[in-house]
């Protein structure tokens, strides 16, 4: 059988993640490959822990890439700092709370929640009493979570969580870059991301950045490869993944350089190269970027007569739930605005799946002709599926914004 060369249609994906790689991103990915210990690959490994740093806004060490989609580093956290039969407390305010629990569970923790609805987030006084009733070995949350577009504020949660004894893991898959973040200032112990999003490249590469005090514990519990060293050493209970083992991964990204897995170049390349582009534009003006651009697109939605879902003085910058009109077929509309524009926006998951569309504006794709040229496209498509909606009101609306940010 003989296949054609491979060739994707060109999409501007507006939704909730992946988003288009910025064409810097894209272009790194397709350069050269070396060894995986070159000195000219360690080198950039090193430049790269360096950048992140920036990116996560702390001093910590041991700041390195899971090779993995985001969901690989959140699993390479849990696993590597909790043991089994040790307690996890999880904030659920969505889907992907649901998912630390889930993979918390898998790596034999015993898990409690405390939950909030859907579009809403968690104040630090129910945190703290989460954290007295049940003292957790570990507290985790999600800073944004794309499923209700709601960003969980965590100034001060790290030293909330260690004055009960807690190690704090933070999911930023969706928030960092898009969202201020402050590791060390806010006390956090591992956070983690992806390149998907607000960082603007592909997915397959996992950010994360790990504090001394969680390094301790995950160290408690070092075991090295037989075969790699001699007289190779064993802590406390061994991690329960040998990709996802942040023990080893620290000895491979670090002086030691102890074999693990083969770094993928190419991803290393493009996280690099986010990094670098985010370097150059200064982590609080990339945040202040998806927040103009997300607030433009939030008016725009709205000047369409739309409404927006969850509490809005808690959004997300850079994605935004809105309430599909009653008398719109929201999947229909979606395939539409693919179809005739090559515009992706996304639909959510469980009691909000058919309930909202989400629209992001994330990385690259945080630009005002992407806002601009989503809206009217959206509103050609409300339009034809018969759904009366003003008359340019979102482009109307969106200039607005713009325009009052430059006065």
């Not at 030293?159 to 590791?183: E, F």
């Not at 050493?233 to 040998?242: M, V, W």
């Not at 993928?264 to 200064?282: H, K, Q, V, W």
């Not at 539409?336 to 909000?352: Q, V």
Request: contains cysteine; charged residues 20%; glycine residues 12%.
């Amino acid at each position: 059988m003989t296949l054609d060369q491979l060739n994707p249609p060109t999409r501007l994906l507006m939704g909730p993640g992946p988003i288009n790689a910025d064409p810097r991103v894209a272009r790194a990915t397709a350069s050269a490959l070396t060894g995986q210990f070159d000195p000219w690959m360690t080198a950039t490994m090193n430049e790269t822990m360096g950048l992140y740093r920036s990116v996560f806004s702390t001093a910590n060490e041991q700041t390195f890439l899971v090779d993995g989609t985001s969901r690989a580093a959140i699993e390479a956290a849990l696993v590597s700092l909790v043991s089994p039969g040790q307690t996890v407390l999880v904030a659920v305010m969505g889907r992907f709370g649901l998912l630390l629990k889930e993979i918390a569970e898998r790596a034999g923790a015993q898990v409690v929640t405390i939950e909030r609805p859907w579009g809403t987030v968690f104040t630090l006084d129910e945190i703290e009493e989460g954290l007295r009733t049940h003292r957790p070995d570990v507290f985790a949350t999600v800073q944004g979570d794309t499923a209700t577009t709601m960003n969980q504020p965590l100034d001060g949660l790290g030293q909330l969580c260690h004055r009960y004894g807690a190690l704090c893991y933070v999911d930023a898959t969706a928030s960092v870059a898009g969202n201020t973040l402050l590791v060390d200032e806010w006390g956090l112990d591992v956070v983690s991301a992806g390149l998907q999003k607000c960082l603007g490249g592909p997915s397959g590469s996992a950010p994360i950045t790990i504090s001394e005090r969680a390094r301790e514990v995950i160290s408690s519990r070092r075991h090295v490869e037989a075969g790699i060293t001699e007289g190779a050493e064993g802590l406390g209970e061994r991690i329960r993944s040998n990709y996802l083992d942040l023990a080893m991964l620290m000895d491979y990204w670090g002086p030691r350089r102890l074999n693990h897995h083969t770094e993928s170049g190419p991803m290393l390349y493009a996280a690099r190269e986010c990094a670098r582009i985010i370097a150059d534009e200064g982590i609080a003006n990339t945040v202040e970027r998806h927040r103009l651009h997300g607030a433009a697109m939030a008016a725009g939605l709205a000047g369409l007569g739309l409404e927006l879902f969850g509490d809005q003085t808690h959004r997300m910058n850079n994605v935004i739930g809105v309430k599909i009109p009653d008398d719109v077929g929201g999947d229909a509309l979606r395939a539409a605005l693919l179809e005739d524009f090559a515009i992706e926006i996304g639909t959510s998951f469980g009691p909000l799946a058919g309930v909202v569309w989400r629209v992001g504006v994330m990385g690259y794709n945080a630009r005002r002709d992407a806002v601009l040229t989503t809206l009217a496209a959206l509103e050609a498509e409300l339009r034809r599926f018969g759904h009366p909606t003003p008359a340019g009101g979102g482009l109307t609306a969106a200039m607005s914004y713009y325009q009052e940010q430059e006065s």
